[in-house]
């Protein structure tokens, strides 16, 4: 709250008017400090909670693709066992017996 300040007053109220007004503005500031700093508290909590839900989906789906490329590469491998028994089934014939 900002006080009047009479300029015809003698010198020390107006000094004290303007001490009125240095400490509201000081209350003031210290206020809206304190909100600053809780909302940037609250504002850093959520950007931690954010990061870790990246990452743990990041995780996740890491997870899956590793399991993706375990079935695939179980697929490949019984596909070239599969090409290895053929060519043994066809071995016999080729050379001729």
């Known amino acids: 709250m900002e006080v009047s300040i009479d300029p015809d007053l003698p010198l020390r109220p107006r000094v004290t008017a303007l001490e009125a007004n240095l400490n ?3 209350r003031d500031i210290a206020a809206l400090t304190s909100v600053v700093q809780q909302q ?3 504002l850093v909590a959520e950007d931690q909670r954010i ?7 990041l995780s996740e ?4 693709h590793a399991g993706h490329a375990v079935i695939e590469l179980r697929t490949a491998v019984l596909g070239l066992s599969f ?3 053929g060519v ?3 071995l016999p014939q080729a050379l001729g017996a």
């Open 40 to 42: 940037t508290e609250k």
């Open 83 to 85: 090409s290895a028994f």
């Open 24 to 26: 509201a503005a000081r």
């Open 88 to 90: 043994l089934i066809q």
């Open 61 to 64: 789906q890491s997870r899956e």
């Open 51 to 57: 990061e870790r839900s990246f990452l743990a989906a």
